[in-house]
């Protein structure tokens, strides 16, 4: 190995790798690794059709999420069903912006992002196409962190129905977007879990080398 | 190079598997690859004790937190309240257990096995790494340790008793009660407590 900083030696070329558990370096020919016993695979190409098929599923699902009602809420003998747009929307004209911002965040925006980031990602590995890596890298960092944040819309509702409760008086129940939108952020950040980032640096290795040294 | 490994002077990086020479690092500083930005590794130390005082109050936090009101409702003379653990059962009575399930699991399960397993991982590195058994029960908590933290979403569920507070603040009465508090104690705690862990030192423990 050299001592050159831009050196771009890799694990699977001398024979190293890491435990995808304890994240311990260990020869590369031992099945197990030596302080967890778990499984050690160099690269895990299965993991892009894996993380696929999550994420189409997570695609679809988003759609009865953002049309079907999240919330039916009875005020007064009255029945509204509200979507979680039209929640949102409501949260703005009564003028509750900050509120308003935060579930549109969380329950909108990330999940939108999250799709659309994954699947150029994916496709940026299945097709090999030549976007910078280094950006493609930290929009993966960033969908793994905020991706969670999406569940304050399954607290909040979690919430509103046991405390809102009396009849015909006023009365919320959660409604059948509730259960897609739960498996649309199970499903994404499994998709963002399962994939193994190794690949990614792989497969793009020659179209980088040619847009870095330039 | 396999020799290499075995002093642990090179490491590969876990997102991109290049190989990065050690360095020893000031505390509190971080290393991260130089090709694309994945934490690589820190000062592989926390102090055992530290945690040990820090993981026994969020248990003492923990089922107050659970049991106690976190959100009371007053609509027209009548008062409703509701606990963490009501708020899944609410979901799911209405039928929708899979909403009810993720609550349940973020809110109220994974952190509940979170801090008993740091509890025991402490006890068995203070008192016991000479049992064999012991020590097995140690690896097994150690590389469940990554999947609790990630289901483990406090801090979310903290921002959701404000947001639920200020959107039904436009029909009734709402206020905080005892459970809240003990709530957020209970998040300020499993915080602190994580940002101690170093899973690096933890792991040091069972090569000895």
Known sequence: MKSNPNDSTLGKQVGLTCCPTCNKVTCAKSACCSRCDTKLIIRDYASLQKSWALLITAAILLIPANLYPITTLTNQGKVTQDTIFSGIAHLVKTDMIPIAIILFTASILVPLLKIIGLTIYLTAISFKLPISKKNLMIGFHIIEWIGRWSMLDLFVISLTVAVVNMGQLLDAKPAPAATAFALVILLTQLAAKVIDTRLLWDRLESKNDSSTNT | ?208
Not at chain 2, 34 to 51: A, E, F, K, V, W
Not at chain 2, 92 to 111: C, E, L, N, R, S
Not at chain 2, 143 to 150: D, I, M, S, V
Request: glycine content about 4%; overall charge neutral; charged content about 10%.
């Open chain 2, 1 to 208: 190079m396999a020799s290499d490994a075995l002093d642990n002077s090179v490491t590969l990086c876990r997102s991109c598997d290049l190989v990065i020479r050690k360095r020893a690092l000031p505390s509190g500083v971080r290393a991260l690859c130089p090709r694309c930005h994945t934490q690589l590794y820190d000062t592989p130390y926390c102090s055992i004790n530290g945690m040990l005082a820090l993981c026994i109050t969020a248990i003492i936090f923990f089922f107050p937190a659970n049991t106690y009101p976190v959100l009371e409702l007053e609509f027209l003379g009548s008062m409703r309240t509701t606990t963490v653990l009501e708020g899944a059962i609410a979901v799911y009575q209405q039928g929708y257990w899979v909403v009810a399930v993720a609550v349940m699991t973020a809110a109220v399960i994974a952190p509940g096995i979170l801090l008993v397993s740091i509890l025991v991982q402490i006890v068995i590195i203070k008192y016991g790494l000479q049992h064999s058994l012991l020590r097995s029960i140690l690896k097994q908590a150690l590389k469940l340790q990554g999947l609790l933290t990630q289901l483990t979403m406090l801090e979310i569920y903290v921002i959701s008793f404000l947001v639920a507070a200020f959107n039904l603040a436009d029909f009734a009465t709402v206020s905080f009660s005892f459970g809240t508090f003990c709530f957020t104690m209970l998040f300020i705690m499993h915080l602190f407590l994580l940002r101690e862990y170093d899973i690096e030192h933890m792991w040091s423990f069972l090569e000895k």
